[in-house]
T-cell receptor
Framework: GEDVEQSLFLSVREGDSSVINCTYT??????LYWYKQEPGAGLQLLTY?????DMKQDQRLTVLLNKKDKHLSLRIADTQTGDSAIYFC?????????FGQGTELSVKP | ETGVTQSPTHLIKTRGQQVTLRCSSQ?????VSWYQQALGQGPQFIFQ???????GRGNFPPRFSGLQFPNYSSELNVNALELDDSALYLC?????????????FGPGTRLTVL
């Protein structure tokens, strides 16, 4: 069945790079997404990647996709305290999004 | 451009009651999807509406039902509330009903069932 997995916690120092990893199972997914959720809030779309791409860069964000291993990662350069949040990866299964459990990113000053 | 809005923000109900949650889609979007997010979990897909018709459903019982209106706003109704229905309910809108459309989320409705 469909499953998306992420590590639960990541702690970094301000100014370092953060790398959040995700694995998925549905090889037919055409789009994969990264969303950010701050406490008590909804989901904010950060970026997405089409399955025929290996990499996408958007300012401080870099998404890498290894389709063979079904592995997706999000790198945040120069991480700031305002980046502290929960990050969800999601795959698009025919219009429904399947989410991982979320990675809580803690940025220490 | 107006984003996705949801009402109410918070709601407290007792077991057995019924609840209606509302969502207004982003301007220009005609598809609405609903998700349930339990505490500490990722969102789970409930169902999707496209042009007023249900367009896919997740693994939720029939007491979860929905509607979409001609202006593409939507309601989620839950009957016979159970304690496990306590969660953040998220609505997302997307553009054209295509299976690959990017979904944009509202702020959610926090439902507490006592």
């Amino acid at each position: 069945g469909e499953d998306v997995e992420q590590s639960l916690f990541l702690s970094v120092r301000e100014g370092d790079s953060s790398v959040i990893n995700c694995t998925y199972t549905d090889s037919s997914s055409t789009y994969l997404y990264w969303y950010k959720q701050e406490p008590g809030a909804g989901l904010q779309l950060l970026t997405y990647i089409f399955s025929n791409m290996d990499m996408k860069q958007d300012q401080r964000l870099t998404v890498l996709l290894n389709k063979k291993d079904k592995h997706l990662s999000l790198r945040i350069a120069d991480t700031q305290t305002g980046d502290s949040a929960i990050y969800f990866c999601a795959e698009n299964d025919k219009g429904k999004l399947i989410f991982g459990q979320g990675t809580e990113l803690s940025v220490k000053p | 451009e107006t984003g996705v809005t949801q009402s109410p923000t918070h709601l407290i109900k007792t077991r057995g009651q019924q609840v209606t949650l509302r969502c207004s889609s982003q301007s220009g979007h005609n598809t609405v999807s609903w998700y349930q997010q339990a505490l500490g979990q990722g969102p789970q897909f409930i169902f999707q509406y496209y042009r007023e018709e249900e367009n896919g459903r997740g693994n939720f019982p029939p007491r979860f039902s929905g509607l979409q209106f001609p202006n593409y706003s939507s309601e989620l109704n839950v009957n016979a509330l159970e304690l496990d229905d306590s969660a953040l309910y998220l609505c997302a809108s997307s553009g054209q009903g295509g299976k690959r459309d990017t979904q944009y989320f509202g702020p959610g409705t926090r439902l507490t069932v006592l």
